[in-house]
């Protein structure tokens, strides 16, 4: 648990010598459990006070970056047990297990649409990221298949093995993609750690049993290998979101070093729709990596769309730039339907808006993120703003019609803006897949 302004005070000299620039040592160790001051400001801190106060300073779950170069990702470094405390930080890794005794042609097919599993939703690039190749055949057989993942996919990957000589020629033949390593066990843990500090690799842990984890890992500290993810393995979804929580729980509430590393979920599911759910759910409490075997586009947008809502800063709504946007080959005479600059709203309305194929203006207001309803509960898309918006944005200027479109949520409003605009107002439908009926209509 990370100290208070009071229990770093106590590690302090306690002399107000003000050197560190602060008036008293009460007021640099508030500071110091802000994080907004360095501890090297204070020359007289004690080496032990000061061992205590860096170990403290560092991230509860340790912050991993798994592949290399451009296709790199990180996890961890997460702070809080619940979002809505503050944020949650790096978005938990997709990642495909892949086996060795698919064909050849198989493989490559299905890494060739992995690799095409790219989305964009409300205005952000959703994609996968890893992909995990399993030993299920003979070594030679592994190897094979290694050689077409790197030729096949620039993913991270992992290589998934209990053949510590098969990992390792797999390993010097794709090093330079920083393969994450499956697993160390209580019967392997100093030969993979071995290969894993040689090689300078993030290694996954695994036992059934957290107090047995919390003790592999300490073994592989005291090894030198410190780039860890945990796994307590495939268990029924109660059991593994148990552990999950008190992994997150353990390394945060009881600054528990040994378990403070990210964790992986693997989904054992033949069913689509129970593997989505399942990864859903682990994305939600508390996975820094999960791992699946579905490909199909479908199931993946949905885990992809979940991780995104997920991990958006709560206190950060996704917004877009407060301007008229074009949708089309517009024109003077084309119509202006009027919303938020909540990206959702944004988006949803833009999306009818190319179904429908008709041409048309999107003024998107400016309402700091909030989505129609709330913003106009909190006064921020009324008649005032709209008509600040109208002006702002020139909209007289490029359109030679008088009509304003605006979402039929708001149509209380309407009396009021037609006054203060000077637009003709015309309510449009609630929802935003009344959109194409409506524009259709109106032209
Ligand atoms: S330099 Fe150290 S001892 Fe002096 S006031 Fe600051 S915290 Fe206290």
């Known amino acids: 648990m990370a100290l208070s302004g009071l229990d770093i005070y106590k590690l302090l000299p306690k002399t107000n010598c003000r050197q560190c620039g602060f008036a008293t040592c009460l007021a640099f160790a508030m500071q110091l459990a802000k994080k907004t001051v360095a501890i090297e400001k204070c020359p007289f801190i004690s080496p032990e006070a000061k ?3 860096e170990a403290q300073a560092l991230p509860a779950i340790k912050l991993i970056t798994l592949g290399s170069q451009e296709s790199k990702f990180d996890i961890g470094n997460e702070t809080v047990m619940f979002r809505h405390e503050e944020k949650f930080r790096n978005p938990a890794g997709v990642g495909f297990i892949i086996e060795d005794g698919l064909s050849d042609t198989e493989i490559r097919e299905r890494l060739r649409k992995i690799n095409q599993l790219k989305f964009e939703r409300v205005g952000q690039q959703l994609s996968v990221n890893l992909v995990a190749l399993k030993q299920n055949k003979d070594a030679s057989r592994y190897l094979e298949a290694v050689k077409l993942l790197l030729d096949n996919t620039t993913l991270p990957m992992m290589l998934m093995s209990k053949d510590l000589a098969a990992l390792k020629q797999a390993v010097i033949i794709s090093q330079e993609r920083k393969p994450l390593l499956y697993s160390a066990q209580q019967e392997n ?4 750690g071995a290969l894993a500090k040689e090689f300078q690799l993030p290694l996954v842990v695994m036992a059934q049993d957290i107090d047995q984890l919390r003790r592999l890992t300490k073994e592989l500290n005291g090894l030198g290998v ?16 148990w552990d999950l929580t008190q992994l997150r729980r353990q390394a945060l509430k ?10 992986l979920a693997i989904v054992e599911q033949t069913d689509p729709y129970l593997e989505a759910m399942e990864a859903g759910a682990y994305i939600a409490k508390y996975a820094g990596l999960v791992l699946i075997k579905g490909w199909s586009s479908w199931e993946v947008l949905s885990i992809l769309t979940l991780r995104q ?8 709504p996704l917004q877009i730039d407060p301007k008229l946007y074009s949708v ?11 919303t938020t600059n909540f990206s959702l709203s944004y988006y ?3 999306g009818e808006v190319e179904a429908s194929k008709i041409p048309a203006y999107i003024l998107s207001v400016d309402t700091q993120g909030m989505s129609v ?3 106009w509960a909190a006064e921020k898309f009324n008649a005032e703003a709209i008509t600040k918006s109208l002006e702002t944005c020139g909209v007289k200027e490029v359109i030679r019609h008088k009509d304003l479109i605006i979402p039929g949520y708001v149509a209380m409003i309407s009396g009021d803006l037609q006054d203060q605009s000077g637009f003709r107002i015309i309510v449009g439908p609630k929802e935003a897949a009344g959109i194409p009926a409506f524009l259709k209509k109106l032209n």
């Open 51 to 53: 061992s205590i106060l």
């Open 328 to 338: 089309g080959q517009v024109n003077r005479d084309s119509p202006v339907l009027v």
């Open 189 to 192: 843990f100093a030969q993979i």
């Open 254 to 263: 009881r600054s528990n070093r040994a378990l403070g590393y990210p964790t």
């Open 309 to 316: 809502n997920i991990y958006t800063d709560p206190q950060k």
């Open 348 to 350: 949803t309305v833009l």
């Open 373 to 375: 309803l709330t913003a």
């Open 226 to 241: 410190n780039e860890l993810i945990l796994d307590t393995g495939i268990k029924p979804l109660a059991d593994k979101i």
